[in-house]
């Protein structure tokens, strides 16, 4: 089985400064994709960037960037620029590639890491 | 297109009790599921679907049942309600199983059992 892991429970940035999210996973397959969803105080789910674990180039969404590294197992995130609106739950989260089997798509989460935003 | 919805919003329940949680999507999604997520904690899956009458456990299916009639609902059921079951309850729905099919995230049940 696969686990995700988020090591930060909280995190605090300044306005307009970068903060990076760590996050480490476990499994044994080759062939996988990793998220980073938002989760504001609205409890809404909020998906912010993806990885294909075949790519070797990192994912980019405007002031989110992402560090795969797949033999570390290890995919941190990391905000530029960072905003007021930015504050929330951050979690990581791995599904496999596979179509089928015990997967069919479902998502392993993290622990989640409260992100705070100073002004 | 409204998405995913879920009702109720809220919900107090007392132990013993039971409920459904509704979900429904009108994108015409064959992958559906259900995740609760305890205080401070990740999702967890409860169960999925991946059509009409097709449903399968997740890792914390203990203590719900589920169905799936047709392609749009996906409603969920607690039987004999207990405090450990006191979480917030996300549905999500697919169209595939790939990176590029997005899980999209009902806005959530906050059930409480007291």
């Known amino acids: 089985a696969q686990t995700v892991t988020q090591s930060q429970p909280e995190m605090s940035v300044q306005e307009a400064e970068t903060v990076t999210l760590s996050c480490t996973y476990d499994?044994?397959?080759?062939?996988?994709?990793l998220f980073w969803y938002k989760q504001p105080p609205s409890r809404q789910m909020i998906l912010v960037i993806r990885?294909?674990?075949?790519?070797?180039q990192n994912a980019t969404e405007n002031r989110f960037s992402v560090n795969f590294q797949k033999a570390a197992k290890s995919f941190s995130l990391k905000i530029s620029d960072s905003q007021l609106g930015d504050a929330a739950m951050y979690f990581c989260?791995?599904?496999?590639?596979?179509?089928?089997?015990?997967?069919?798509?479902?998502?392993?989460f993290g622990q989640g890491t409260i992100l705070t935003v100073h002004p | 297109n409204a998405g995913v919805t879920q009702t109720p919003k809220f919900r107090i329940l007392k132990i013993g009790q039971s409920m459904t949680l509704q979900c429904t999507q009108d994108?015409?999604?064959?992958?559906m599921y259900w995740y609760r997520q305890d205080p401070g904690m990740g999702l967890k899956l409860i169960y999925y679907?991946?059509?009409?009458?097709?449903?399968d456990k997740g890792e914390v299916p203990n203590g719900y049942n589920v169905s799936r009639s047709t392609t749009e609902d996906f409603p969920l059921r607690l039987e004999l309600a207990a405090p450990s079951q006191t979480s917030v309850y996300f549905c999500?729905?697919?169209?595939?199983?790939?990176?590029?099919?997005?899980?999209?995230f009902g806005p959530g049940t906050r059930l409480t059992v007291t």
């Open positions: 499994t044994s397959e080759s062939d996988y994709y």
């Open positions: 999500a729905s697919s169209s595939g199983t790939g990176d590029r099919y997005e899980q999209y």
């Open positions: 994108m015409n999604h064959n992958y």
């Open positions: 679907s991946v059509g009409a009458g097709i449903t």
């Open positions: 990885q294909e674990a075949y790519k070797q």
């Open positions: 989260a791995y599904r496999s590639a596979s179509a089928g089997g015990t997967s069919y798509g479902k998502l392993t």
